[in-house]
């Protein structure tokens, strides 16, 4: 009886503690959370801020430059300016550039600039010369590692030198040590690109500015490979990003950025373009859909400027022309001597089906990109061109909807009808999608390819199974991800549809290429009518599969596995001949639909469409085209070494950059003293244009950041909650009973 007396005043008197801390809690802990709740808030808002910043600390400077800081991070002055010029020459299939990128350094200081800019990804950089006033310098082709180890005694000896490095297929730098007080360096590059041709239109795209990347993984710190330290120092490239475990290089591919300048203020990075246009057939139509240009026409020949002659490097520059009708080639052969032997360029374009074949029923899979770097136009883009492909489905069409940024998320559990209730659904969804976070697109695509339909449906009779990409490519992790799709792909599809000014060309055509696909661009919202019924024509149409060529003689032709061509695409294919040309005729065969398709092409004796062993830049095309398919075979298994083995020497035989060649230039006088300290800058891109400024994006491994601070705020909270509820207090009802 005593112990339930002793239960029940115990019970009694937790009530009544009960009652007072609950008192308590209302009246004095929940005051003290709500503020700590609010500190907590403009804290994390702060962070977020600041670690935007760093990005785009140059951001709201009048006049392009970068602010110079020393060592301890203390701004000493301004820093360089940049410009660029580049020239097109085009004829045949082949466009021939050259760039040149000028360094002006306005400061009392000598400098060392670092500039990360972006190339079209088939660019075969084959020369580099550095000008300074009418001194030139040419750049040699060597292997990275040595060219770095020049630069670096000839940046230390106080010798003016420049190094350009590939860092992605599309993503360069280039580093310009000891530029004097008051002096300008030029740095000259001159590459070799394939021309775009499908649907009866050429077109060429020149990148000119880039879209920041997502890095995800953890953070490595700089300086953290002990073999690339001492080559590369502490953060070399003064970028935004440190190294992760996901991306080694991220220090190397985040430039700083600036926002773009008012209409009424000169461009921050300012771009001349010049073109000159010999195709050798007439022309119908020529345009710069995302600039306004300045033509002229001589016999025949378009020389074209800008009409403004300079424009701000905010969004790519894009030129397209489409022949006379009846002009169009249907087949074309360019060839080249180079050393003693003989490159050639097949172009042949498939037959069209005249009648499209009867509808088959399609699982369509739709992956819309919604982090931080699609905000403002892009996101607006990226839900018109899904309001488009909705409206294109068919009732028997299945489909979803997946979303990620720094998570994923999917419509359907698994695809569904494509019925008018799924649709209406679908199209809420769409309405309502908008940019933030990071940009974890793995587990998105893990997501998208292996998704199953429900198991009402036979396995035979699924539908064909197509996954539409809708990104502007911006990370950093790209190999990865090409690993993902060629082991995840079976049976299914991958398109791309690149969003925004300036997408990342490279991973979106790469992409296509591993997941079997095609890909397309759109750069603004006019585009998106005409360029998603583009691609809805193509997944209407079957491909021109099983593709084979056949020569009169062996030849080493890249690539070496056809991809599928799809309705409005020509089949292109580099290749090496040897020590003479062949003749005789090459033969084409493959599948179009259920039927078999094959073309001869006479070679030789004049009779095929381009006989002639002069058309610039192809063997250098066919170097490239090689030198991808080897870097391919690492994608998809091959050792590093193996890879690295075959390319190095094929790119010093051709003098191409590449992953493990770089160009260097030194001009041997002594200019700097050893006294005279020498500062290092980096020359900051221009935000793509329509783009907003993003905030901090967390990546995925440590996108719970933020909620972990809230958790542990709130653990803490209630664990001094519940240790004050639990303090031993005297019982002084049992103690006198006692």
């Known amino acids: 009886m005593e112990t339930y007396q002793r239960v029940y005043l115990r019970l009694g008197t937790d009530a009544r503690r009960f009652g007072g801390a609950s008192r308590w809690l209302l009246f004095r802990v929940l005051p003290v959370v709500l503020l700590a709740a609010m500190v907590l808030l403009c804290l994390g808002s702060l962070a977020a801020r600041a670690s935007a910043s760093v990005q785009g600390e140059a951001e709201g400077r009048a006049g392009g430059h970068m602010l110079l800081r020393d060592e301890r991070g203390e701004e000493v002055g301004r820093a360089l300016l940049q410009a660029s010029t580049v020239h097109f020459d085009i004829s045949g299939v082949i466009a021939t550039a050259t760039l040149e990128q000028s360094f002006r350094n306005d400061t009392g200081r000598w400098l060392e600039g670092v500039y990360a800019f972006p190339l079209p990804d088939t660019a075969a950089v084959r020369a580099m010369e550095m000008r300074l006033g009418e001194r030139r310098i040419v750049g040699k082709i060597r292997e990275k590692t040595a060219a770095r180890e020049i630069y670096r005694e000839a940046r230390s000896a106080?010798?003016?030198?420049?190094?350009?490095?590939?860092?992605?297929?599309?993503?360069?730098?280039?580093?310009?040590?000891?530029?004097?007080?008051?002096?300008?360096?030029?740095?000259?590059?001159?590459?070799?690109?394939?021309?775009?041709?499908r649907t009866g239109a050429f077109s060429l795209r020149f990148p000119a500015t880039i879209t920041p990347r997502y890095m995800p993984g953890l953070p490595l710190g700089a300086g953290s490979d002990p073999e690339e330290a001492p080559a590369l120092e502490v953060n070399p490239y003064l970028g935004w990003a440190?190294?992760?475990?996901?991306?080694?290089?991220?220090?190397?591919?985040?430039?700083?950025?600036?926002?773009q300048p008012g209409s009424e203020l000169a461009p921050l990075n300012p771009l001349q373009v010049t073109v000159r246009l010999d195709m050798g057939i007439p022309l119908a139509h020529?345009?710069?859909?995302?600039?306004?240009?300045?033509l002229?026409?001589?016999?025949?020949?378009?020389?074209?400027?800008?009409?403004?002659?300079?424009?701000?490097?905010?969004?790519d520059f894009v030129l397209a022309w489409r022949p006379v009708t009846g002009s169009e080639p249907t087949a074309a052969l360019f060839n080249e001597e180079v050393a003693g032997e003989y490159y050639g360029l097949l172009l042949v374009m498939p037959p069209a089906i005249e009648k499209a074949p009867a509808p088959l029923p399609r699982e369509i899979v739709f992956v819309v990109d919604t982090s931080g770097s699609m905000g403002g136009v892009a996101i607006r883009q990226a839900r018109n061109s899904l309001v488009r492909a909705l409206q294109a489905l068919r009732p028997e069409d299945y489909f979803?909807?997946?979303?990620?940024?720094?998570?994923?998320?999917?419509?359907y559990p698994e695809p569904q009808a494509a019925t008018r209730a799924h649709l209406q659904r679908a199209l809420d969804f769409v309405k309502h999608l908008e940019a933030d976070g990071g940009t974890e697109m793995l587990p998105a695509l893990r997501a998208a390819l292996p998704m199953p339909l429900s198991g009402?449906?036979?396995?035979?009779?699924?539908?064909?199974r197509q996954v539409i990409f809708m990104t502007d490519g911006a990370v950093g992790n790209e190999v990865a991800l090409f690993e993902e799709i060629s082991a995840r792909l079976e049976d299914s599809r991958l398109f791309?549809?690149?969003i925004g000014s300036a997408p990342n060309s490279w991973f979106m055509r790469e992409a296509a290429r591993f997941g079997r696909g095609s890909h397309i661009h759109i750069g603004n919202l006019d585009e998106v009518e005409t360029k998603m019924a583009v691609l809805f024509e193509q997944l209407a149409y079957p491909a021109a599969i099983d593709l084979q060529l056949d020569w009169p003689l062996p030849v080493e032709a890249w690539p070496q596995r056809i991809p599928d061509l799809y309705?409005?695409?020509?089949?292109?294919?580099?290749?090496?001949?040897?020590?003479?040309?062949?003749?005789?005729?090459?033969?084409?065969?493959?599948?179009?639909?259920?039927?078999?398709?094959?073309?001869?092409?006479?070679?030789?004796?004049?009779?095929?469409?381009?006989?002639?062993?002069?058309?610039?830049?192809?063997?250098?095309?066919?170097?490239?085209?090689?030198?991808?398919?080897?870097?391919?075979?690492?994608?998809?298994?091959?050792?590093?070494?193996?890879?690295?083995?075959?390319?190095?020497?094929l790119a010093l035989q051709h003098q191409l950059l590449s992953p493990y060649t770089s160009f260097v230039a030194v001009e041997e006088r002594i200019r700097r003293t050893e006294d005279t300290a020498l500062q290092k800058v980096a020359v900051p891109n221009t935000r793509p244009r329509g783009q907003v400024a993003q905030g901090f994006a967390y990546p995925r491994t440590a996108t719970t950041g933020p909620a972990k601070i809230w958790l542990g705020a709130l653990l803490v909270l209630l664990g001094t909650l519940l240790r004050t509820l639990r303090q031993p207090e005297a019982d002084h009802v049992a103690a006198r009973r006692d």
């Open 456 to 464: 009402e449906l036979p396995r035979d009779n699924r539908p064909l």
């Open 286 to 294: 020529v345009e710069a859909p995302y600039h306004d240009i300045a």
């Open 158 to 197: 106080g010798k003016t030198a420049s190094l350009v490095e590939q860092q992605r297929p599309n993503l360069f730098t280039s580093r310009v040590a000891n530029i004097a007080p008051g002096e300008t360096v030029v740095v000259r590059l001159e590459y070799v690109q394939q021309l775009d041709y």
């Open 242 to 259: 440190l190294p992760t475990t996901a991306v080694a290089d991220a220090d190397a591919i985040s430039p700083l950025q600036l926002p």
């Open 400 to 411: 979803n909807i997946i979303e990620f940024n720094s998570s994923h998320r999917a419509l």
């Open 496 to 498: 791309t549809v690149g």
């Open 296 to 315: 002229v026409r001589r016999a025949g020949v378009y020389d074209i400027s800008l009409a403004n002659g300079v424009t701000e490097m905010d969004r």
């Open 567 to 649: 309705r409005g695409e020509p089949l292109l294919v580099a290749v090496k001949y040897g020590a003479s040309l062949p003749a005789g005729e090459v033969q084409v065969t493959g599948r179009l639909g259920d039927k078999p398709w094959s073309q001869r092409i006479q070679l030789g004796n004049g009779q095929d469409p381009v006989s002639a062993a002069g058309h610039r830049g192809v063997a250098s095309v066919w170097a490239r085209q090689k030198i991808a398919g080897l870097l391919d075979q690492q994608v998809r298994g091959r050792s590093a070494d193996a890879v690295r083995a075959d390319v190095l020497p």
